[in-house]
């Protein structure tokens, strides 16, 4: 008998404190992964609690990474088409 294997998709948002956009974004996370039906996590990063962190990112904020050393899969708003390129996830079509 075959097991499948569930795993936990994790992600990085790289934020900063009173960001309605960072706020905005880990919504829509949220929203995709449940009509997706995946488990994820997400950790978020302030970006200015680290100088390295905010010549990085300071004006791409919020950014959406894959894992703390991912691929950058997003910035400002979600892009739901790169998130399921990355997912290996069917695109869907609105009828």
Known sequence: MRQ???FTLRFTLYS???CHLCEDMAAALAAFMARAGLAYTI???DVDA???LVARYDELVPVLTADPAGP???HY???EAA???HLGLQ???AA
């Open 4 to 6: 499948a294997i569930r």
């Open 16 to 18: 900063r404190s009173y």
């Open 43 to 45: 950790d978020i990063v």
């Open 50 to 52: 680290d100088p390295a």
């Open 72 to 74: 950058e899969l997003c």
């Open 77 to 79: 708003f979600l892009d």
């Open 83 to 85: 998130l399921r390129r």
């Open 91 to 93: 695109a869907t079509h």
